[in-house]
């Protein structure tokens, strides 16, 4: 059933009341938009299908909690608006695939065409890994609170989140652990800056 952005929020009524066709209505509309999403993103995540995934799950949870009377933007523009966010999730996610590229060369009547072969190199990866753990290690000294807050950077913890697994894995108060945070991001941008 195709509707249009008219209809959207009579079928949202339908599905609000537990109708399971109405729910995938509403999923098969924002279809486009979804794809359109990830087609953009595909090079840049593992799994676009667990995009996918999380905007539908999204679209279901939306469907449960949103109401019309306590917002002033409409159920098509606030699901759009959400699946975006999600597409800046993962793009902000560190688990990104490596895409190395290899021309090939075939020759035609014209000339010689390149033409590029993507493939995805997985030991790369996984080297990229290796290797940031062992420069965590080198960069520790032996100290296992100054491993844990290297290890929250090369994962993309914010300082906060940082903080309150050092206070949960310490002990302390998080005021203390925020100082040792800043204290060692000083302590390291001063290392760097004299590297360079």
């Known amino acids: 059933m195709n509707i249009d952005e008219d209809k959207i929020e009579q079928v949202l009524k339908e599905a609000k009341k537990g109708d399971v066709g109405a729910v995938w209505v509403i999923k098969s509309f924002f279809l486009r938009d979804i794809y359109r999403e990830s087609s953009q993103m595909w090079r840049d995540v593992v799994d676009e299908t667990e995009f996918e995934d999380s905007c539908f799950k999204k679209i279901e949870y939306i469907i449960k909690v949103f109401d019309p009377l306590k ?20 793009l902000g996610r560190k688990s990104k695939k490596k895409i190395n590229t290899i021309p090939i060369e075939e020759k035609t009547d014209c000339g010689v065409r390149t033409e590029e072969n993507i493939f995805i190199d997985d030991l790369t990866v996984v080297e990229e890994e290796v290797m940031g753990r062992e420069i965590v290690s080198l960069l520790t000294q032996g100290d296992y609170r100054r491993g844990l807050v290297l290890t929250s950077w090369m994962f993309g913890f914010t300082d906060a989140t940082t903080q309150r697994l050092l206070t949960q894995q310490l002990g302390g108060k998080r005021a203390t652990h925020k100082k040792y945070i800043q204290r060692l991001r000083t302590e390291c941008q001063k290392a760097l800056s004299d590297a360079v």
């Not at 759009?80 to 800046?88: D, E, L, P, T, V």
Request: aromatic share 20%; proline share 0%; hydrophobic share 40%.
């Open 71 to 90: 917002t002033n933007i409409s159920f098509s523009n606030f699901v759009r608006w959400q699946i975006r966010g999600i597409k800046k999730e993962f």
